[in-house]
């Protein structure tokens, strides 16, 4: 069974900074690996997906890289904003399987 | 387009009552997906749909029922309800298979409190 982990549960850093947002998952027989931003009260928005192929994609001050064989994600956020703040699940995709798996997601709070 | 969209937004039922949570899309998408999703934890799926007619149970389907008559619609009955059943649930929706590569579009979830 996939169990997909995201440490730590809860993390703040101020404004202007980088930093670096962790997935891991236990089964790396997967097709593809999502980054979602959940804001409070309000669904979730996609914000890149890599397939098992690729090890990494880009979008504006995103970066997300897949490690299948270490069964690691993360992603990179550059110059981190006060709107960045929210809440970050990963998912992944299994070979024959409907359905995303998710983490438990990473709380960001950056602060100004 | 609106997307996908939930109706109510919140919602607190007595142990035993029944209802049910809507879900419609305007996307034209022949998969649609509900998840609920407990403080602190991730989404666990607890039904799905590939097209009108056809669903499937998710992970944790016991006390829900579903009906898919439209590609539009995907209600979610609750039966019963009990407080385990407190939770967010979402409505998603995607126009293909998962591992296509085809991202699925949520709606903003349904705050259910069952007392």
């Known amino acids: 069974k996939q169990e997909v982990t995201q440490i730590p549960a809860a993390l703040s850093v101020p404004e202007g900074e980088n930093l670096v947002l962790n997935c891991s998952f236990t089964d790396s027989a997967i097709y593809n690996l999502q980054w979602f931003r959940q804001d409070p009260g309000k669904g979730l928005t996609s914000l890149l997906l890599?397939?098992?192929?690729?090890r990494e994609q880009t979008s504006g001050r995103l970066n997300a890289s897949l490690d299948k064989s270490s069964g690691r994600s993360t992603l990179y956020i550059a110059a981190s904003q006060p709107g960045d703040s929210a809440t970050y699940l990963c998912?992944?995709?299994?070979?024959?399987?409907?359905?995303?798996?998710f983490g438990t997601g990473t709380r960001l709070t950056i602060i100004p | 387009n609106a997307g996908v969209t939930q109706t109510p937004k919140f919602r607190i039922l007595k142990i035993g009552q029944s209802m049910t949570l809507q879900c419609a899309q305007d996307m034209n998408h022949n998969y649609m997906y509900w998840y609920r999703q407990d403080p602190g934890m991730g989404l666990k799926l607890i039904y799905y749909?590939?097209?009108?007619?056809?669903?499937d149970k998710g992970e944790v389907p016991n006390g829900y029922n579903v009906s898919r008559s439209t590609t539009e619609d995907f209600p979610l009955r609750l039966e019963l309800a009990a407080p385990s059943q407190t939770s967010v649930y979402f409505c998603?929706?995607?126009?293909?298979?998962?591992?296509?590569?085809?991202?699925?579009?949520f709606g903003p979830g349904t705050r259910l409190l069952v007392l």
């Open positions: 998912a992944v995709v299994n070979f024959g399987n409907e359905k995303l798996t």
């Open positions: 890599i397939q098992s192929s690729q």
């Open positions: 749909s590939v097209g009108a007619g056809i669903t």
């Open positions: 998603a929706s995607s126009y293909s298979k998962g591992w296509d590569g085809e991202t699925q579009y």
